[in-house]
């Protein structure tokens, strides 16, 4: 699904326009993304979570080449109860 069919699909079951659809999406999303840039806990309850914290340097081995990675900053996600029991209950066919 692309944020198009997400809209469309959103603005059918509302009745509100597509335009006004699409402004909710991309402040949802850049309220996500802003937040998790932060540094901040998204929490969507049943949906979804997303944690963010700092990935610390570890060795690396090449072939020829010894070194580290950087310190960096990473976002996870780990998938809400509803959204765990509705991809685990779908049927195996919609993932062929």
Same mark, same amino acid.
């Given at each position: 699904?692309?944020? *198009? #069919?997400?809209? #469309? $699909?959103?603005?059918?079951?509302?009745?509100? =326009?597509?335009?006004?659809?699409?402004?909710?999406? #991309?402040?949802?999303? #850049?309220?996500?993304?802003?937040?998790?840039?932060?540094?901040?806990? &998204? /929490?969507?309850?049943?949906?979804?979570?997303?944690?963010?914290?700092?990935?610390?340097?570890? =060795?690396?081995?090449? $072939?020829?080449?010894?070194?580290?990675?950087?310190?960096?900053?990473?976002?996870?996600?780990? /998938?809400?109860? &509803?959204?765990?029991?509705?991809? *685990?209950?779908?049927?195996?066919?919609?993932?062929?």
């Amino acid at each position: 699904m692309l944020k *198009k #069919d997400l809209v #469309d $699909k959103v603005a059918s079951a509302t009745g509100l =326009p597509k335009k006004t659809v699409a402004e909710v999406v #991309d402040t949802m999303l #850049d309220s996500i993304v802003e937040a998790a840039a932060n540094g901040e806990t &998204v /929490l969507l309850t049943g949906f979804g979570k997303w944690t963010g914290g700092i990935r610390e340097p570890k =060795p690396i081995k090449l $072939k020829g080449y010894e070194g580290m990675t950087k310190r960096a900053p990473y976002v996870k996600f780990s /998938l809400g109860k &509803v959204f765990k029991e509705a991809v *685990k209950n779908a049927p195996l066919s919609k993932f062929e």
